[in-house]
């Protein structure tokens, strides 16, 4: 009778414990587990300011960042830098450059622009209206057929609040 009732209390104990702590027994299956990995997007979001971001499917980084008086012009002076190295999941790689710009008057012009440079960088410029800063973001170019290519991912992942 101690041996049945041993037995069947080491069977419970086996029983609660695979049932318990199902993640710790060894399973060469993991279709399961590389279906949920495969069906998952990752999303990146890098705040501007008030409601203005970057936003898409991948993954960012921030690379470098400069908080301090950077260039200093005869209109306006560039105060704050920060880049990212954006990573879509189809394996192509950005690096996006945001800088704050600060006018010596407020700047009615330019309220938002986006095009690309004498160099190929894609560029969004955009600012308030009426108000003593903006915002520079560009993607330089790696090579001219890729030009066009830097600008339409810049506006598609460029969000920004009138």
Known sequence: MIIVT???????LIVLFYGLF???????DNSDNNLIIQNQTSHFTIDIENG????????????????????????FT?????????????GSWY???LYKVDYNTPSSDWVYNSDVDEDGN?????????E???????????????????????????HYNH
């Not at 199902?22 to 060469?28: E, F, Q």
């Not at 969004?124 to 009426?130: A, D, L, Q």
């Not at 003593?132 to 460029?158: A, R, V």
């Open 132 to 158: 003593y800063y903006g915002y520079f973001i560009n993607i330089p170019s790696s090579s001219d057929p890729s030009t066009f290519e830097n600008l339409s991912f810049l506006t598609s992942i460029f």
């Open 95 to 97: 690096i996006v450059s």
């Open 122 to 130: 894609a560029y969004i410029f955009f600012n308030s209206k009426g």
């Open 6 to 12: 041993t037995i069947c209390v080491i069977l419970i």
């Open 52 to 75: 203005t971001y970057l936003s898409g499917e991948g993954k960012s980084k921030m690379v470098d960042s400069n908080y301090s008086t950077l260039e200093s012009y005869e209109n």
């Open 22 to 28: 199902p993640g710790l027994t060894n399973s060469n």
């Open 78 to 90: 560039i105060s704050g830098y920060e880049a990212y190295e954006i990573e879509l999941d189809n």
